[in-house]
């Protein structure tokens, strides 16, 4: 049987911070528990291509936020053992590189850089937040994000993880 895959979105905003939210329910099969943190993440259906995961990921977990997204995968993680997930970088900018595509709530205009309120339907996830890079690998992360956020923070580009780490430890906040 062939493992699930996924997507999973590391977006930068103007000042250089990560999109972070926090998981609400726990599924231990893909390695995440209730109260974790993590860059947005999102299972891909059966031959769904990565463009059309990341687009249903912002609509399902970010609600109203346009982001231009690098045309190729960052990395490669096998986050579980049956599950692979491509990292890709998002960016907040009014203008963007060639080789990209801009990703956006279904019919949601370009530009809008403010969080989904509190009241956003977004599915399974709240907390939205922007976190310096270098302090978003000192949250609870959910299994993966830790490796994500240091490739990225390092520039490791073309990473494959044949393994991630379980959760990290609690912040102290």
Same mark, same amino acid.
């Given at each position: 049987m062939?493992? $699930? @895959? ?13 999109? !972070?939210l926090?998981?609400? =329910? @726990? ?9 974790? #943190?993590?860059?947005? !993440? ?7 291509? $990565?463009?059309?995961?990341?687009? &249903? %990921?912002?609509?399902?977990?970010i609600?109203? !936020?346009?982001? #231009?997204?690098?045309?190729e ?5 096998? *986050? !579980?053992p049956?599950?692979e997930?491509? %990292? ?13 595509l #801009? ?15 509190r009241?956003?339907? @977004? $599915?399974? *996830? ?7 890079l270098?302090?978003?690998? =000192?949250?609870? %992360? ?5 490796e994500?956020?240091? $490739?990225? &923070? ?8 044949? &393994?991630?780490r379980?959760? @990290? ?5």
């Amino acid at each position: 049987m062939a493992g $699930d @895959t996924g997507v999973a979105l590391i977006v930068v905003d103007p000042e250089g911070r990560v999109f !972070m939210l926090q998981e609400e =329910e @726990t599924n231990l099969a893909h390695g995440k528990m209730a109260g974790q #943190w993590s860059m947005p !993440m999102e299972t891909s259906r059966e031959g769904e291509p $990565d463009a059309e995961a990341l687009q &249903r %990921l912002v609509a399902e977990e970010i609600a109203n !936020m346009a982001v #231009w997204v690098e045309a190729e995968p960052f990395g490669s993680y096998q *986050v !579980m053992p049956d599950i692979e997930v491509r %990292l890709y970088l998002g960016f907040l900018r009014s203008s963007f590189l060639p080789q990209g595509l #801009w990703v956006r709530p279904y019919g949601g205009p370009l530009g809008n850089f403010i969080l989904p309120p509190r009241s956003a339907e @977004t $599915d399974g *996830v709240s907390g939205h937040c922007w976190v310096p890079l270098g302090d978003a690998t =000192e949250l609870w %992360l959910r299994r993966g994000a830790w490796e994500m956020l240091r $490739d990225c &923070r390092e520039g490791n580009r073309g990473v494959v993880r044949k &393994r991630c780490r379980a959760a @990290t430890p609690l912040a102290k906040v």
